[in-house]
């Protein structure tokens, strides 16, 4: 390894979370901009979270204020709720061609993901008559947590058997590995992502969810990484439940949708118990949302969500191709910046050809580096997740990253970079030289061959 450099070889900090080294140094005068509130960090997580579109906050405002009616009203007051709803479910459904009908409003993917299970589970017949066996769901082993862990709570209870098929190395899952995972006449749901939050690879659901019709098996996706990014229609999936989720496209938290086939659930010999409505129920009580989920209707944060559609589909052209471009550049950025400085070479994780995978989501591993502490030396620098957003927190590999067989010094040390509708390509050229100014200071502690010191001055 070459000479080991101030920039890299310093620990003693001078600022919170950097070394004292020239990339110390020049971190932590980034972090006293900011902290003077002159330098914010530059936001690479769109994957956890998006801003409030603007146009979204406008859209909710008068519903904070003086349109305070409950929309099951029959006054003055509630008209204005009432209207907001229905032209929210409106803009919803267009954003992925279905009908308005057929549109639910959730409070979270959580929600929406876990009521696509228990509806599927309601519609087998099967499912409610003693000595049956257990339903049979097919999904992968890369599902978010709102499906797997959920699944996993009903295999404990004995009330389902799953099978989860594996995806391959570049984390999409076969269509036929799934179809023929399906058991005739025991099999009542296949639930598959669309797109995969961490690496953002992409499956093939549409054909998937063909041979689940033939088989007359249900297909739910959950797409909430989806919405936003890429075309996303519900007729052409051939899907019969689809899982919207508001923040991740624009619209507040707190607010989602499920998307539920018309008649799916009371076809191919399935019927939902009476005491739950004749298409089935999330929440038992007043009838909103059709009887489907009871409980008065958080307008606000629905008129935030139906805006947020309507920009999306809108733009929706525009920004794929803006996150694409953004996409390559950080990629290319970082790739070549790792060579340059004489860094092991990083490893890209997820589909290599873009029309499968997210455009706006790059999966990157640095080798032998601790991607926890990179983050640390990042925080007031850039916002980004170490694999998935939800899970940072458990400080180990995470699964997706071990389902596809990332190497564990690979796997430790990845970032997961995504980029959205308010991204520049100045922020994504300044975060590509922070991030491998960091690396430079973070690979020296953990024994990872460094740049000398004179390349180093030139970063």
Same mark, same amino acid.
């Given at each position: 390894? @070459?000479?080991?450099?101030?920039?890299?070889?310093?620990?003693?900090?001078? @600022?919170?979370?950097?070394?004292?080294?020239?990339?110390?140094?020049?971190?932590?005068?980034? /972090?006293?901009?900011?902290?003077?509130?002159?330098?914010?960090?530059? $936001?690479?997580?769109?994957?956890?979270?998006?801003?409030?579109?603007?146009?979204?906050?406008?859209?909710?405002?008068? +519903?904070?204020?003086?349109?305070?009616?409950?929309? =099951?009203?029959?006054?003055?007051?509630?008209?204005?709720? =009432?209207?907001?709803?229905?032209?929210?479910?409106?803009?919803?459904?267009?954003? /992925?061609?279905?009908?308005?009908?057929?549109?639910? +409003?959730? @409070?979270?993917?959580?929600?929406?993901?876990?009521?696509?299970?228990?509806?599927?589970?309601?519609?087998?017949?099967?499912?409610?008559?003693? #000595?049956?066996?257990? &339903?049979?769901?097919?999904?992968?082993?890369?599902?978010?947590?709102?499906?797997?862990? +959920?699944?996993?709570?009903?295999?404990?209870?004995?009330?389902?058997?799953?099978?989860?098929?594996?995806?391959?190395?570049d984390g999409v899952v076969d269509a036929a590995m799934v179809l023929d995972a399906i058991r005739p006449g025991e099999t009542v749901l296949v639930t598959i992502m669309h797109s995969n939050n961490e690496v953002g690879s992409i499956n093939p659901v549409a054909a998937i969810a063909t041979g689940c019709r033939d088989l007359g098996v249900l297909l739910h996706t959950d797409a909430a990484q989806s919405c936003g990014k890429v075309l996303v229609d519900v007729r052409g999936l051939r899907v019969d439940m689809l899982t919207i989720v508001g923040h991740k496209f624009g619209a507040p938290k707190g607010v989602a949708a499920l998307y539920i086939r018309d008649g799916c659930l009371s076809s191919e010999?399935?019927?939902?118990?009476?005491?739950?409505?004749?298409?089935?129920?999330?929440?038992?009580?007043?009838?909103?949302?059709?009887?489907?989920?009871?409980?008065?209707?958080?307008?606000?944060?629905?008129?935030?969500?139906?805006?947020?559609?309507?920009?999306?589909?809108?733009?929706?052209?525009?920004? =794929?191709?803006?996150?694409?471009?953004?996409?390559?550049?950080?990629?290319?950025?970082?790739?070549?910046?790792?060579?340059? $400085?004489?860094?092991?070479?990083?490893?890209?994780?997820?589909?290599?050809?873009?029309?499968?995978?997210?455009?706006?989501?790059? @999966?990157?591993?640095?080798?032998?580096?601790? #991607? &926890?502490?990179?983050?640390?030396?990042?925080? +007031?620098?850039?916002?980004? =997740?170490?694999?998935?957003? &939800?899970?940072?927190?458990?400080?180990?590999?995470?699964?997706?990253?071990?389902?596809?067989?990332?190497?564990?010094?690979?796997?430790?040390?990845?970032?997961?970079?995504?980029?959205?509708?308010?991204?520049?390509?100045?922020?994504?050229?300044?975060?590509?030289? $922070?991030?491998?100014?960091?690396?430079?200071?973070?690979?020296?502690?953990?024994?990872?061959?460094?740049?000398?010191?004179?390349? &180093?001055?030139?970063?």
């Amino acid at each position: 390894p @070459s000479r080991t450099c101030q920039l890299c070889a310093m620990v003693e900090p001078t @600022s919170p979370r950097v070394g004292r080294g020239l990339v110390g140094k020049a971190l932590a005068a980034l /972090i006293d901009k900011t902290v003077e509130g002159k330098s914010p960090p530059i $936001y690479l997580d769109w994957n956890a979270t998006t801003p409030i579109f603007p146009e979204v906050t406008d859209a909710m405002m008068p +519903f904070i204020s003086k349109c305070f009616g409950n929309p =099951s009203s029959n006054n003055v007051f509630a008209q204005p709720c =009432s209207n907001a709803i229905v032209t929210a479910r409106q803009r919803v459904a267009a954003m /992925i061609g279905a009908a308005p009908n057929e549109i639910v +409003f959730t @409070s979270c993917g959580t929600e929406s993901d876990n009521a696509a299970v228990m509806l599927a589970m309601q519609a087998a017949k099967k499912s409610r008559w003693p #000595g049956q066996p257990p &339903c049979h769901i097919v999904t992968t082993n890369v599902e978010h947590p709102a499906i797997e862990q +959920f699944l996993a709570a009903q295999e404990i209870l004995g009330t389902i058997v799953v099978t989860r098929v594996k995806v391959a190395p570049d984390g999409v899952v076969d269509a036929a590995m799934v179809l023929d995972a399906i058991r005739p006449g025991e099999t009542v749901l296949v639930t598959i992502m669309h797109s995969n939050n961490e690496v953002g690879s992409i499956n093939p659901v549409a054909a998937i969810a063909t041979g689940c019709r033939d088989l007359g098996v249900l297909l739910h996706t959950d797409a909430a990484q989806s919405c936003g990014k890429v075309l996303v229609d519900v007729r052409g999936l051939r899907v019969d439940m689809l899982t919207i989720v508001g923040h991740k496209f624009g619209a507040p938290k707190g607010v989602a949708a499920l998307y539920i086939r018309d008649g799916c659930l009371s076809s191919e010999g399935r019927s939902p118990p009476s005491q739950f409505g004749a298409t089935g129920s999330l929440l038992v009580g007043g009838g909103q949302e059709g009887g489907r989920r009871a409980g008065t209707e958080n307008v606000m944060l629905i008129a935030g969500l139906g805006m947020a559609a309507a920009v999306v589909t809108e733009e929706l052209k525009q920004t =794929s191709t803006h996150m694409a471009a953004l996409r390559l550049q950080l990629e290319t950025e970082l790739t070549d910046a790792m060579l340059k $400085y004489n860094l092991p070479p990083p490893r890209v994780n997820g589909p290599k050809e873009p029309h499968r995978r997210l455009p706006n989501t790059l @999966s990157i591993s640095f080798f032998g580096i601790d #991607g &926890c502490d990179l983050l640390e030396r990042l925080a +007031f620098a850039v916002a980004a =997740s170490v694999g998935s957003a &939800c899970h940072t927190h458990e400080g180990k590999v995470s699964g997706v990253l071990f389902a596809i067989g990332v190497p564990d010094d690979y796997a430790r040390g990845t970032l997961r970079l995504s980029v959205g509708r308010h991204t520049t390509t100045t922020d994504v050229h300044k975060a590509a030289q $922070y991030i491998v100014a960091a690396l430079c200071s973070t690979a020296s502690h953990a024994g990872v061959s460094s740049p000398d010191e004179k390349t &180093c001055a030139t970063m």
